[in-house]
């Protein structure tokens, strides 16, 4: 076994600094034990043997150096006899005493200093915070930067509780919104420490909801959707129909609708077919927050044209979630298969179970997850993406849709 070099201590001592432990005990109250490294030196044959090689290995580990050139731990000695050589003593144990020592030996002092500059500042500010310090403190390193800012935010939080306006309107010297968009993360857990629990909304989690979750007010999303029948319209002038809403405004809409249709790619929605008393919606993808509050929805029969891919699947066993009374509209297996000639291929395709999908779609869902489509393509992972159906074969589509149960005609 090769036997311990100084290269070999630093980077025993490398290890805690990359784990945080050494930053850890500039935290208030911790104290370092003195550090045992680990140490592998030559057998007792190797002492009798090899004693010109000994003699370099413990000249290297510093074991003759002088005092004003000590490599920064303490080297236990033991003694051993040599039958020629007489009584000699070599390394057996190696120890750091001080942090102070630890980070010289790794050459971390200035980082540590800056850590350290933290520590006390939020000691002084946000107290509250050093158990985020403690279990994250490479991180908190990482942000040195802008940490002033951060407690700065907090601060103003902590006096300005859901606030009601936009990240725009936080007042803070060299804080805007791009720097609290850019340290959602963070500040999330910070705020989480520092705010009192009726300042929090439970229910909004994770970065994107950043805003919902402390009293920001937020972008409203929006909804762009056609108007596709002829006795009614969105506009009062003649023309597309082709128009974007807030949620809120989505909400309210009162309109003769009897069909709503939802698809993913912008051509088909600006080229969907014309149809009494209908509309097209564009682009839910995964996520229908927007159509949430839209009760009106519910009494319209709704059709989701996606891809026929284990994708487009999945978006449309999500929607059933929101509106269990879904149907999928062009994502058959007869679609699929009159279209080979326009088959991809889904790189990364989606196993895991839906089960939301009715009998037909789970059957051509599993064909699709697991690949045993093959031997109608020269692609493994088949996909067909909507824009490539023919436009004749949608017409057909759309035009072949049952007529509505009058309990689902909504009236004007």
């Not at 009798?48 to 090689?53: G, L, M, Q, V």
């Not at 989701?304 to 269990?324: E, M, S, V």
């Amino acid at each position: 076994m090769t036997w311990t070099t100084p290269a070999d201590l630093r980077a025993q001592v490398q290890k805690l600094w990359d784990k945080g432990d050494l930053l850890r005990l500039l935290m208030p109250g911790a104290v370092m034990a003195p550090l045992r490294l680990r140490l592998v030196g030559p057998s007792s044959t190797e002492l009798a043997e090899r004693f010109d090689a000994v003699r370099a290995w413990m000249g290297d580990l510093g074991c003759r150096a002088p005092t004003d050139r000590a490599p920064g731990y303490r080297i236990a000695m033991r003694e051993f006899r040599h039958r020629v050589l007489g009584t000699n003593a070599v390394p057996d144990a190696i120890w750091v005493d001080t942090l102070d020592a630890a980070l010289a030996l790794i050459g971390e002092q200035r980082d540590a200093q800056r850590f350290a500059s933290l520590v006390d500042l939020t000691c002084a500010q946000q107290p509250t915070l050093l158990p985020w310090l403690h279990q994250r403190p490479l991180q908190a390193l990482a942000l040195v930067n802008a940490w002033v800012r951060l407690l700065d935010v907090v601060t103003w939080l902590q006096a300005h509780p859901r606030p009601g306006v936009y990240l725009r309107q936080v007042d803070l010297p060299g804080v805007d919104s791009k720097f609290i968009e850019a340290h959602r993360g963070v500040l999330s857990a910070l705020l989480d420490l520092a705010l009192p629990a009726g300042a929090l909304d439970p229910t909004a989690t994770g970065s994107s909801q950043f805003c919902r979750r402390y009293g920001f007010k937020d972008k409203p999303l929006r909804i762009r959707l056609r108007w596709l029948g002829s006795t009614a319209a969105l506009l009062p002038a003649a023309g597309a129909q082709d128009v974007t809403l807030t949620q809120a405004d989505f909400e309210r809409l009162a309109l003769p609708v009897q069909r709503v249709f939802m698809t993913e790619n912008e051509v088909n929605f600006l080229a969907f077919p014309e149809l009494a008393d209908s509309l097209v919606i564009f682009g839910s993808g995964y996520g229908f927050d927007a159509l949430a509050g839209a009760h009106w929805l519910r009494a319209c029969s709704v059709h989701y044209w996606g891809d026929i891919d284990t994708h487009g699947f999945a978006i449309l066993d999500q929607l059933r979630a929101h509106l269990p009374q879904v149907q999928s509209l062009l994502m058959d297996r007869e679609t699929l298969m009159a279209h080979t000639d326009q088959w991809g291929q889904e790189p990364t395709p989606v196993l895991r179970d839906l089960p939301r999908l009715n009998a037909k779609e789970h059957a051509l869902f599993d064909d699709l997850r697991h690949r045993r489509l093959g031997a109608f393509s020269a692609h493994e992972r088949v996909r067909l993406e909507q824009e490539r159906i023919g436009y004749g074969w949608v017409q057909q589509a759309v035009a072949a849709l049952p007529p509505l149960d009058d309990r689902m005609r909504p009236t004007a």
